[in-house]
């Protein structure tokens, strides 16, 4: 077959969440025991079980006959309606028409950056990133990705200086990206900041596109505004709020999330862009009907407020201990989650070397590895990650695969502290060998 099927550009195609479970699926074919999986944010996958009164409202949405359909493009004319009400009850500008839905929201994020590309718009990526949207970003664009710093010296806030440093030197830049709270260091932005973002929007005549996915999951004397409200308090600017259900339920097999567009200035330009996507989403029909159907009945519950507490408290009370067990370590800083599900740990300076390793007993396994280090210019962490998850079973992601220091990011979704105790016991174990060999 022709080889230009395949473009250049798909080398700026990277998930290593995924990418490194090949490995990990391949070392367990030669036979290594990977035993922890700390590396994906699915809470179903690590053992949390949705309650019964959730399941049975999903038997009565399949019962009806209806919900086996297409729906229209959009969504759900009823869940819009859900979703608006709730938005305007807390305060915020938002129009059912202005909703769209996509098939979990990953899906809405491509589209999203398919779209911007047709015009050769960027939008800017906060580092770490997450790289569904880094990634689908500048492969759309063709182009490498465009940073801005989060630091985790101040809690891995958005640096402002260095955000507006590239508006200026990157006049392609339409929109800027923030994810809150943050994947994959789990903190909340402050008002401060997104008040800062929002005044680079205003300055600069930009959108800002805001991931809210882990919105509802913040912990216990934590805040996250929204920047939908942040946009409402001052001069309006085009804003898209991202949302989806794959956390808060949590359901992420579900396969839906959605896009709100608050367009109070009635940005031409905007509106345009707003029904480009709709236009872009028909072609590809629907999003899964039955999720959607659901939602209402699920968010609109009088339970749902008490099972979303219970999973917050258990999620935060796994991401303390990790915490706590990592920055015991004197060679890593990590900061403390607000909420969500992950943590960013970072390896301190120089203390990740060329040429260390773990003991693999397995000659297959070690020959595979052996195999995989040899890549020229491969990130310190992900060496690291590479013998860690060989010699000791145990599966993370490195730092550097979100575009940020060297470091990994771990999840904190275990049900039991036992289970996370044995994991972070052998963790420490396995960075103190590693930097020691
Ligand atoms: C910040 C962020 N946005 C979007 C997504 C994608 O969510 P979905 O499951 O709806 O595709 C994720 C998934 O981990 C995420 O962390």
Not at 201 to 214: C, F, P, Q, V
Request: glycine residues 8%.
């Amino acid at each position: 077959m022709k080889p230009s099927i395949n473009p250049t550009r798909a080398a700026l195609l990277k998930y290593d969440i995924r990418a490194l479970a090949v490995i990990a699926d391949k070392l367990k074919a030669l036979g290594a025991d990977i035993w922890a999986w700390e590396n994906i944010g699915d809470p179903i996958k690590q053992g949390h079980v949705v309650p019964d009164w959730i399941k049975q409202i999903l038997q009565k949405v399949a019962a009806d006959n209806a919900n086996w359909g297409y729906s229209p493009t959009e969504g759900l004319l009823a869940t819009r309606e859900f979703i608006a009400k709730e938005a305007n009850d807390s305060g915020l500008p938002l129009d059912k028409n202005d909703i769209v839905f996509t098939s979990g929201l990953g899906h809405g994020i491509n589209t999203l950056y398919q779209v911007t590309a047709g015009s050769g718009c960027r939008a800017i990526q906060p580092a770490p990133a997450y790289p569904a949207h880094s990634s689908s970003e500048a492969f759309f664009a063709g182009q490498p990705p465009i940073f801005y710093r989060c630091d985790p010296r101040d809690n891995w806030q958005p640096d402002l200086n260095d955000l507006e440093k590239k508006l200026r030197t990157h006049p392609e830049i339409g929109f800027i990206l923030m994810i809150l709270p943050n994947n994959p260091a789990s903190v909340c932005y402050s008002d401060e900041i997104l008040r800062g973002a929002a005044g680079l929007a205003r300055k600069y005549g930009l959108g800002i596109i805001s991931d809210e996915t882990y919105l509802k999951l913040v912990y216990k004397n934590q805040k996250q505004t929204s920047l939908a409200k942040i946009m409402a308090q001052g001069e309006p600017f085009p804003l898209i709020i991202m949302k989806s259900c794959s956390k808060d339920i949590p359901w992420p097999g579900g396969r839906a999330g959605w896009l709100e567009f608050y367009n109070l200035g009635h940005d031409q330009n905007f509106t345009e862009f707003e029904e480009t996507i709709k236009q872009s989403l028909r072609v590809q029909v629907c999003s899964t009907t039955m999720v959607q159907a659901a939602l209402p009945k699920i968010y609109g519950d009088p339970r749902y407020e008490a099972h979303l507490k219970k999973f917050i408290a258990k999620l935060e009370e796994q991401s303390a201990y990790i915490s706590d067990e990592l920055n015991s370590l004197p060679s890593i800083s990590c900061v403390r989650g607000q909420a969500a599900f992950y943590l960013s740990a970072v390896f301190r300076e120089n203390t990740l070397k060329p040429g260390q390793t773990l003991l693999i007993e397995n000659p297959k396994v070690k020959a595979y590895i052996e195999s995989l280090v040899k890549e020229p210019g491969l990130a310190l962490d992900k060496r690291f990650a590479l013998y860690l998850m060989a010699a000791k079973g145990i599966f993370l992601t490195p730092l550097s695969s979100f575009e940020g220091p060297l470091g990994f990011r771990v999840t904190t979704l275990k049900t039991s502290l036992a289970e996370t105790k044995k994991v972070y016991g052998a963790l420490k174990r396995a960075i103190a060998e590693y930097l020691g060999s």
